[in-house]
């Protein structure tokens, strides 16, 4: 069908906010820190999950818990609230490459991880997941680390979608206490 002689008239969407109510109850989420790691604009020297391992427990290198083998680590870019990176003590980036005892272990703490995170947050799901390499989408590819990150109903609206930025409902320092104090009790 041709549409040579026909005129096509756009049609402009507007959305109404009552305006009694919409600039009285708007959050504001700024969070300018996080824009320096999304350009790749600092480039830590050498390993960032290295350098938590041998800090050890404690809030400046965001790791709760810690075995022989392998960490828990808060991650500090979370993209839910208790987003943990579950992760071998050494340095390797291949899950092949792992020796049994820390494969296993690693197993064991995603499974107390995920233990801890139903207990102190009850979510309604949790995602978990490796990604192996950078073609895969790991972004520190040469230092294994999985994801865990709890998830309830309704916790992803249009706000992500339209406005490309996450709300949080609490902040790394309160993740952090309510994660260290559980796995401090076992």
Same mark, same amino acid.
């Given at each position: 069908?041709?549409?040579?002689?026909?005129?096509?008239?756009?049609?402009?969407?507007e959305i109404r906010i009552d305006k009694e109510i919409w600039p009285l109850e708007r959050d504001v989420l700024v969070r300018p820190d996080r824009m320096k790691y999304v350009r790749k604009l600092i480039k830590p020297k050498g390993c960032v999950f290295c350098a938590a391992a041998k800090?050890?427990? &404690?809030?400046? &290198?965001?790791c709760v818990f810690k075995t022989k083998y392998s960490?828990?680590?808060?991650?500090?870019?979370?993209?839910? &609230?208790?987003?943990v990176l579950i992760m071998p003590v050494r340095h390797c980036g291949d899950v092949l490459k792992l020796k049994d005892e820390e494969y296993f272990d690693i197993q064991n703490t995603l499974r107390m991880t995920m233990k801890a995170l139903s207990e102190v947050y009850q979510p309604g799901g949790i995602n978990m997941g490796l990604n192996h390499g950078s073609v895969?989408?790991?972004?520190?590819?040469?230092?294994?680390?999985?994801?865990?990150?709890?998830?309830?109903?309704?916790?992803?609206?249009?706000?992500?979608?339209?406005?490309? !930025?996450?709300?949080?409902?609490?902040?790394?320092?309160? !993740?952090?206490?309510?994660?260290?104090?559980?796995?401090? &009790?076992?």
């Open positions: 069908m041709a549409l040579k002689n026909k005129k096509v008239k756009a049609v402009r969407a800090g050890g427990i &404690s809030f400046e &290198s965001l960490m828990v680590v808060i991650n500090k870019y979370p993209y839910n &609230s208790g987003h895969a989408g790991a972004g520190i590819p040469e230092h294994l680390h999985y994801h865990v990150i709890p998830r309830w109903a309704g916790d992803l609206n249009f706000f992500p979608l339209i406005a490309e !930025t996450k709300v949080l409902v609490e902040n790394l320092e309160q !993740t952090y206490n309510k994660l260290l104090g559980y796995f401090k &009790s076992l």
